[in-house]
Each structure stands twice: as C-alpha cells, then as structure tokens.
C-alpha cells in the first residue's frame, strides 16, 4: 500500500555531511509521523528523528545539535541533514511512515528497504 524509497546513502569521513532523501507513494489518505531509524551490525534498530504533519521533531540525543529531519507534506518526502558525522553514526538508515494508507484507510506502520551509511574516522 505505501512504498518508500530512500536516497543519500555512502561513504563520508568523520566530520563531513550527507543528507538522506525519502520518498512515500502509494494509496495514502494521512501520514502521522514519517522518521529516520538506524540499525549497525549487533544492535538494535533505534530512532534517530522524527517529525510529525505539523512540523514537531524528536531527536535522539546522540544526534542533536547535529542532525536535520525536514519533511515536504505536500509531496510526501522526508528527509535527514546530517552534519557533523561521527564513526558511531555509521549504520543502515531506514525511513519510516505511520498514518493510514489503501482503500479501507487501515493503519500502516511502513519501512524503506534501507541506506547504507558509512563515516570513516
């Protein structure tokens, strides 16, 4: 019902900038909150920002002051400036979509496939 396309993803060294692009399509009647979560190798994946139709944020700590979550409602894209990039950021990116979406309106909590992220020190 929602697809998600994510873009931005590479290889940067410690310091430098990349900025992740998610792109929602499909049947979709509302978007509550779209965000960016990461997973590196032996963790779990963790919510990194967030932010909501009305334009509220939410930060994990380890990425504040840094990180940039913007969202363009009217053509469903929501994207990450990350600045700042340290070793520990380096994980895969996935975008994700919370709202209802298809013809019965039905709650869909959705996932991009993911983006490599990857800060060299």
């Known amino acids: 019902q929602v697809q998600l396309v994510e873009s931005g993803g590479g290889l940067v060294q410690a310091g430098g900038s990349l900025r992740l692009s998610c792109a929602a399509s499909?049947?979709?009647?509302?978007?509550?909150?779209m965000g960016w979560y990461r997973q590196a190798p032996g963790n779990q994946r963790e919510l990194v920002a967030q932010i909501n139709t009305g334009g509220t944020t939410n930060y994990a700590d380890s990425v504040k002051g840094r990180f940039t979550i913007s969202r363009d409602n009217a053509r469903n894209v929501v994207y990450l400036q990350m600045n700042s990039l340290r070793p520990e950021d380096t994980a895969v990116y996935y975008c994700?979509?919370?709202?209802?979406?298809?013809?019965?309106?039905?709650?869909?909590?959705?996932w991009g496939q993911g983006t490599q992220v990857t800060v060299s020190s």
């Open positions: 499909g049947i979709i009647f509302s978007i509550n909150t």
């Open positions: 994700n979509l919370y709202g209802t979406a298809g013809w019965s309106r039905s709650r869909v909590n959705s």
